[in-house]
């Protein structure tokens, strides 16, 4: 049957199981039922009532007393600042010496995110190792299919953050010296809740044990646990001030909403950032913080807790519930209420969705056109990054022309910059590159020293 979206039984395939069913709700209900995500939500009505929550660091001591796993440390040498969590707990996040996590999503979507945290760091003269020998966290298969499991998670985790510990071997420099800094939301989510999996279950940390140890990936024969795992956007937060020192651009006409990540507060809350600095400490500072400190205006808006509309699921098998999201609830209230020039992410999902998905609004009659970026390639821009080259505005889906005029950023002379570029490297010239490619090296086991080459 041409119109049967099943099997021709009548039966419907969402992917979502056969508990799935249609609340049938109408406009007035379906109103009613969300509500709340319109009214003043804040830290503290939605989190800190509940039960206070173990501090899984408080196990993870106790287990390297008993001799059972080794933990990499944050150390001086990490130049680590503190920052307050949401129950007011110190975090310390390492501003020097990182290994970059990279994001598979932000690589093959954006690669203008990465491009523009490392120009920052360039920048900064801070000092890291964005090598080869890295795997995707495999997150987005377990949260999106259910085909994943928790042994595999985890040893993914511990297989990547061993990686970040002896990487710098292969510069004759000793096993901690870089500290690895997570790109993507859902791998951050994704770890912290794996990092609580394991210092809470004897026998998982059994079972991935074995695993790695055949990939020759222990320490001493136990497994290594990070201290603390640290999302790019935290790192962005506590040097948000000395990016600001940089700024060669003023922002200070320019209107930008803020979309918190789920999988970066939502999921392991009690880890994520809250300063009393930014908004009363009453939401999530990363993105927020960043942007005020640049001088933006910083505009609230009705739905700013609802998801992006990714979901990870839904994205798969209902994905015009994710569009219908993403431009309804997202952009649609951005534009309208807000009167944004841009919307602000700090996870590869979010902006992916809220930016790529704005084609089939318009289709629909829906065009808002909101451009959707990074705080580090917001950040990056203001700072004298390039546009094109850098912030690789041309791989976004929304237009960013209007918002470069509105920062008096002559657009159309930095596409001829561009493109004349391109014409460049086609013809074989020299290509610019953020960093020495000798950098991109493989610390793992079978590693080849660099040496002064």
């Not at 709700?25 to 929550?53: C, F, G, H, Y």
């Not at 953050?161 to 997570?182: D, T």
């Not at 209107?255 to 789920?262: D, F, N, S, V, W």
């Not at 910059?417 to 079978?446: H, S, V």
Request: hydrophobic share 35%.
């Amino acid at each position: 049957m041409a119109n049967d979206p099943g099997n021709g039984s009548g039966e419907r395939f969402t992917g979502h199981g056969s508990e799935w069913r249609d609340a049938n709700l109408s406009p007035e209900d379906a109103m009613t039922a969300t509500a709340w995500v319109e009214q003043k939500i804040n830290k503290r009505s939605m989190l800190t009532n509940k039960d206070r929550v173990e501090d899984v660091r408080d196990i993870m001591w106790q287990l390297e007393k008993e001799g059972e796993i080794v933990v990499h440390r944050v150390t001086e040498q990490h130049e680590p600042e503190i920052a307050k969590t949401l129950y007011g707990w110190e975090k310390k996040i390492p501003t020097n010496q990182l290994w970059h996590h990279k994001s598979c999503g932000q690589c093959g979507n954006i690669p203008g995110y990465p491009a523009s945290l490392l120009w920052l760091m360039n920048q900064m003269d801070i000092r890291y190792l964005d090598e080869t020998d890295q795997t995707s966290c495999t997150a987005w298969n377990y949260h999106g299919s259910g085909i994943g499991n928790l042994e595999s998670l985890a040893a993914v985790f511990l297989r990547n953050f061993h990686q970040a510990y002896v990487s710098a071997k292969a510069e004759g420099l000793p096993e901690g010296y870089y500290y690895p800094l997570v790109h993507c939301g859902t791998s951050f989510g994704n770890y912290k809740e794996v990092r609580g999996y394991l210092l809470t279950s004897a026998t998982l940390r059994e079972r991935v044990k074995k695993i790695l140890g055949k990939l020759g990936r222990l320490v001493d024969g136990k497994l290594l646990i990070p201290e603390e795992v640290v999302h790019y956007s935290e790192w962005v937060h506590v040097m948000r001030k000395r990016i600001a020192e940089r700024q060669v651009i003023d922002c200070s006409n320019i209107r930008a909403t803020i979309h918190p990540a789920c999988h970066v507060y939502k999921m392991v809350p009690q880890d994520v950032i809250y300063d009393d600095d930014v908004l009363d400490g009453e939401r999530v500072a990363v993105s927020t913080g960043i942007m005020e400190s640049l001088g933006a205006q910083v505009i609230d808006y009705k739905t700013w807790y609802d998801c992006c509309g990714f979901g990870f699921r839904h994205i798969i098998s209902e994905r015009e519930f994710t569009r219908s999201f993403a431009i309804d609830r997202k952009i649609k209230v951005a534009v309208e209420e807000a009167k944004a020039d841009v919307m602000i992410g700090h996870d590869t999902g979010c902006i992916t969705t809220l930016d790529k998905n704005q084609w089939i609004g318009k289709a629909e009659g829906k065009d808002y056109n909101l451009p959707i970026l990074a705080d580090a390639q917001f950040a990056a821009l203001m700072c004298g990054a390039h546009p094109y080259k850098i912030v690789q505005s041309h791989w976004h889906a929304s237009a960013t022309e209007k918002l470069f005029e509105k920062l008096n950023i002559d657009w159309q002379e930095k596409k001829r910059e561009f493109e004349d570029y391109l014409k460049q490297i086609q013809a074989g010239g020299e290509r610019e590159n953020l960093y020495d490619p000798r950098r991109m090296i493989t610390g793992g086991p079978g590693y080849k020293q660099i040496g002064n080459q």
